[in-house]
């Protein structure tokens, strides 16, 4: 078997640990320090993918949506929101990491077919929350992937997302009708309490780490406004 080698370090600010960034022939690997196994392979993307196509569904007939992405990770969220949405779109995506934009940039960017290349792709390098604090009625579909789950397991910052003051800052972000997902490692029965406490709509979905098969992961689709999928 190949090894792995290592291609970078990354940095989490605020004492959050580092990324590493590893290659074993056409498969890379994130993983994230003092914590086993991996945060991301480019094997499965199954989810990822799921969270755009379910968090844009209603989108590709919308001219000139608009889509924010928190976490760029190895780009196939935001690969599979832009092919969500019409020639007209604009998907921001905010990666707080430097260094994970220039790993797409670079190495990583084959994997999801050269995402950050597409004309209607805006970068935001830095927190996610600084887009929704600013910006009121700015989107269609908020996708958050930024981390493990409501819990906030690689940054710390990231529970604001996830409290009910985060909450109501992207339900104000929201475009009426607009849309929050949530990617998730697995279900958490008080973040859909908080969701609703939050005046969303919600419904959850279950679906596969990789297409077919592999382990679970949850989708939360909250909506702006009444209606389901």
């Known amino acids: 078997m190949n090894p792995w080698t290592v291609l970078g370090i990354a940095t989490i600010p605020n004492n959050g640990g580092e990324l590493k960034l590893s290659q074993r022939g ?22 990822e993918e799921a969270l755009a196509e379910l ?21 196939f969220t935001l690969a599979a929101a832009l092919k969500a949405v019409s020639p007209t779109a604009q998907v921001t995506v905010a ?4 260094a994970v934009v220039e790993w797409n940039q670079g190495p990583l960017g084959n994997c999801a077919g050269h995402p950050l290349q597409d004309t209607r792709t805006h970068v935001h390098v830095g927190d996610v929350a600084e887009l929704l604090i ?23 910052d990231n529970r604001w997302l996830y409290s ?6 992207i339900y104000k972000t929201l475009r009426p009708k ?9 279900p958490d029965p008080l973040f859909t309490i908080r969701l609703k406490k939050a005046r969303f709509n919600v419904t ?13 992961h949850t989708i939360w689709l909250a909506h702006k ?3 389901f999928y």
């Not at 569904?57 to 992405?69: E, G, I, M, S, Y």
């Not at 990666?95 to 430097?98: K, M, V």
């Not at 009910?164 to 800052?169: E, V, Y």
Request: aromatic share 2%; glycine share 16%.
């Open 134 to 156: 600013k910006k009121k009625q700015a989107f269609d579909a908020i996708l958050l992937d930024v981390d493990n789950g409501p819990e906030g397991l690689t940054h710390k």
């Open 26 to 47: 056409e498969e890379f690997s994130i993983r994230l320090s003092g914590i086993r196994g991996e945060l991301m392979n480019s094997r499965v993307h199954g989810s």
């Open 178 to 186: 607009g849309i929050l997902a949530i990617w998730s490692a697995g």
């Open 55 to 75: 968090g844009c569904a209603r989108l590709k007939l919308v001219a000139d949506a608009r889509v924010l992405v928190g976490g760029l990770g190895m780009g």
């Open 95 to 98: 990666e707080l990491i430097p």
């Open 164 to 169: 009910l003051k985060g909450l109501d800052a």
């Open 225 to 227: 406004g009444s209606g």
């Open 204 to 216: 959850m979905r279950s679906v596969r780490a990789r297409k077919g098969k592999g382990s679970h």
